[in-house]
Antibody, heavy 117, light 107 residues
Framework: EVQLEESGGGLVQPGGSLRLSCAASEFSLSPYWMHWVRQVPGKGPVWVSRISNDASTTSYADSVRGRFTISRDNAENSVFLQMNSLRGEDTAVYYC??????????WGQGTVVTVSS | DIQMTQSPSSLSASVGDSVTITCRASQTISSYLQWYQQKPGRAPKLLIYGATSLESGVPSRFSGGGYATDFTLTISSLQPEDFATYYCQQSYSTPFTFGPGTKVDIK
């Protein structure tokens, strides 16, 4: 089954760092732009970042620019989100999603990030 | 940033009813509009892309319409598994923004 699986979430203190990973199964990530989207329970999803298929282009939401870094390793069939200087408002479920002409057509199950002292 | 609004924010309907959800963009987005369904504890699921195209495997009772700034999602003959929250999302320009959601529950 075609799927994405996130990992790396957890509890971290304000100012701390986490690195999220997203691994693809049963398909190759290499042709696709990949995205991270986050969602606070009870609220709508919020787009966080994207990376082009060849990693030459990245984009970020204003709220995370300068603190988060998206990257990918096509050989490992994975995408990553390095999150530094974490704040309470970064607490959310983080999803990776495959992008393309159809929007976000495949999503992972999400990984929970909690920023709290 | 392009702002997305949805109406209503919630609705109650019965199995078999037809319902329509509206999404409006703060500026023209052509047909770069998707609809997603989300159930509690699950990731969003793509239903409609390009404003009107049905994603593979999605029942034909779901349909999308609209262009530029005004869009609709219609569910004809609601089924028990359709009770969920629905989000629109624009992919015209970053940041790719989502609407606030419409919760469809059982009357």
């Amino acid at each position: 089954e075609v799927q994405l699986e996130e990992s790396g979430g957890g509890l971290v203190q304000p100012g701390g760092s986490l690195r999220l990973s997203c691994a693809a199964s049963e398909f190759s990530l290499s042709p696709y732009w990949m995205h991270w989207v986050r969602q606070v329970p009870g609220k709508g999803p919020v787009w966080v970042s994207r990376i082009s298929n060849d990693a030459s282009t990245t984009s970020y939401a204003d709220s995370v620019r300068g603190r988060f870094t998206i990257s990918r390793d096509n050989a490992e069939n994975s995408v990553f989100l390095q999150m530094n200087s974490l704040r309470g408002e970064d607490t959310a479920v983080y999803y990776c999603a495959r992008g393309g002409p159809k929007g976000f057509d495949i999503w992972g199950q999400g990984t929970v990030v909690t920023v709290s002292s | 940033d392009i702002q997305m609004t949805q109406s209503p924010s919630s609705l109650s309907a019965s199995v078999g009813d037809s319902v329509t959800i509206t999404c409006r963009a703060s500026q023209t987005i052509s047909s770069y509009l998707q609809w997603y369904q989300q159930k509690p504890g699950r990731a969003p699921k793509l239903l409609i892309y390009g404003a009107t195209s049905l994603e593979s495997g999605v029942p034909s009772r779901f349909s999308g319409g609209g262009y530029a700034t005004d869009f609709t999602l219609t569910i004809s003959s609601l089924q028990p598994e359709d009770f969920a929250t629905y989000y629109c999302q624009q992919s015209y320009s970053t940041p790719f923004t989502f609407g606030p959601g419409t919760k469809v529950d059982i009357k």
